[in-house]
């Protein structure tokens, strides 16, 4: 298949691991975080790792929807099937990621409350016209990947006055993020930043574009490479990150140049800034409360926003006592540091968010065995 076969080829890949060997200077190391899951999955599925000098460290980031979802959020979710009487509508990975009490949406549904798996917005909207006598509410998680698709259903749920539909939105940001993770203590270790680089997203930098991510390179001097999620687009990242750390260059490049310009969608980012605003605040799971890092609805669409129609108060809730999910996400311990990992916590049976989705660095490991050191904490 064209655009994925090519990016597939273990011969070439092989050629990009001996570039990278190649371009290593001694006695230096190199520390690069893949931000988003699909690349820890893309890692983790191809054995990238394996073919990369000890030298070449890659550190997961906390690009993956569902994990750093809080539990507070997820709770307002379940409240709202299980105490409200609405017909909740989720994407699928959402479903399994553990709430408070031992409970999960898929938990709950099975207590009786009506959730419903949807593969779109679309999905939602059909819901809430077939059924006008019922609340639906769209719980609506993920990156500026997911959001656009959001807001074409609130404005299409205007257009048609679907006034039984509401999104409980939960769309973060990635460069608000990024910036949270160079500002953690951990990121610097004795005055001098552990992490060399960045693996910038494929999808969300299909709408934002590259232009965002240039306050890393301007404002902490870190290199970044937008990458595509296929294994040989991977390689010839850290090909390139290699090189900008070998010149002392700092700069935003753009691996994924068939999908990715600096300005973006400028279309989808229209619809974005027509529905939603940022929030002043928001908790993430790892990263704790992020300023400016999330968006809300606008008040032009107040009549949407399921937080206001329901009155909703979020908690904040602390994680399983055993999980190390917030570590891992700010990219401070890897998966095989938890002592629960493939124990106690399986894909079957997730004590944290990080072993839910196939792009969960917990996940992503258990599931391709990858438990090799070849990654490495921000500061160790
Ligand atoms: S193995 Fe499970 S409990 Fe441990 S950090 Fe990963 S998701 Fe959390």
Redesign the pocket.
């Known amino acids: 298949m064209k655009y994925i076969d090519e990016f597939r080829d273990g011969g070439v890949a092989r050629i990009l691991a001996g570039k990278i060997a190649a371009a290593v200077e001694p006695g230096r190391s190199y520390r690069f975080m893949e931000f988003c899951g699909g690349h820890t999955h893309a890692i983790s599925r191809y054995g990238l790792a394996d073919l990369l000098p000890p030298a070449v460290r890659l550190i997961h980031g906390p690009g993956c929807p569902v994990c750093v979802l809080p539990i507070g959020r997820v709770d307002l979710a379940i409240d709202l099937a299980l105490s409200r009487g609405v017909i909740l509508c989720t994407y699928g990975d959402t479903l399994r990621v553990p709430a408070s009490d031992g409970l999960s949406l898929l938990k709950a549904k099975a207590r009786g409350a009506d959730i419903r798996m949807v593969y779109s917005t679309l999905d939602a909207l059909k819901i809430a016209r077939d059924e006008p006598q019922r609340e639906v509410v769209f719980f609506a998680i993920g990156f500026e990947t997911t959001t656009p698709p959001t807001a074409l259903a609130i404005q299409q749920a205007e257009r048609e006055q679907l006034l039984n539909f509401s999104v409980l939105c939960c769309h973060v940001l990635t460069p608000a993020a990024i910036r949270a993770i160079l500002d953690m203590p951990e990121a610097s270790a004795g005055g001098a930043v552990a992490l060399d680089g960045f693996i910038g997203p494929a999808h969300v930098s299909t709408v934002i574009g590259t232009r965002p991510y240039e306050f890393v390179a301007a404002d902490y001097g870190k290199p970044v490479v937008i990458a595509g999620f296929e294994p040989l687009d991977v390689m010839q990242a850290i090909l390139m990150l290699v090189r900008q750390v070998n010149q002392g260059r700092a700069a935003v490049e753009n691996e994924f140049s068939r999908a990715v310009s600096r300005e973006g969608n400028l279309k989808a980012q229209q619809r974005m800034a027509e529905v939603f605003e940022l929030r002043s605040e928001f908790e993430w799971r790892g990263l704790g409360v992020v300023p400016a890092s999330a968006l809300q609805l606008r008040e032009a669409y107040a009549a949407y926003d399921a937080e206001r129609r329901f009155k909703l108060v979020y908690r904040p809730v602390p994680?399983?006592k055993?999980?190390?999910?917030a570590?891992?996400l700010r990219g401070a311990?890897r998966?095989q540091e938890?002592?629960?990992?493939?124990t106690?916590?399986t894909p079957e049976n997730?004590?944290?968010?990080?072993?839910?989705s196939s792009e969960?660095?917990?996940?992503a490991h258990?599931s391709y065995g990858r438990f090799r050191d070849t990654t490495d904490r921000v500061s160790a």
Do not use: L, T
Not at 322 to 325: H, I, R, T
């Open positions: 994680d399983n055993a999980c190390e999910c570590a891992i311990k998966p938890c002592r629960i990992f493939g106690v916590c997730p004590v944290g968010s990080c072993m839910v969960g660095a917990c996940a258990y």
